[in-house]
Nanobody, 115 residues
């Protein structure tokens, strides 16, 4: 069975840093596009960073220059390094994997940024 498990969320003050990790099992990780999404209650889940299979990272405008997504295909992990965080970065961050029409989601990890 496919499993995506996020870790690294927590409480951080504005201006600080935090790194999220997602460990993946049950699929051919290197063949999947990976991404991090964020959701706030009452709002849509939005893509904040992605790194496709064999491609370059992309970022939402709101996080460009502050977040870095990376993947380690040997360890089946994708990370999101967050620096200079802002209160508006608060939300539940979800790990996402996609190959063609197949999509998989983690259960999310909460990031709370205090002012």
């Amino acid at each position: 069975q496919v499993q995506l498990v996020e870790s690294g969320g927590g409480l951080v003050q504005a201006g600080g840093s935090l790194t999220l990790s997602c460990t993946v099992s049950g699929l051919t990780f290197s063949s999947h596009d990976m991404g991090w999404y964020r959701q706030v209650p009452g709002q849509q889940r939005e893509l904040v960073a992605s790194i496709p299979s064999g491609g370059s990272p992309s970022y939402a405008d709101s996080v460009k220059g502050r977040f870095t997504i990376s993947r380690d295909n040997a360890e089946n992990t994708v990370n999101l390094q967050m620096i200079s965080v802002k209160p508006e970065d608060t939300g539940v961050y979800y790990c996402h994997a996609r190959q063609y029409a197949l999509n998989y989601w983690g259960k999310g990890t909460l990031v709370t940024v205090t002012a």
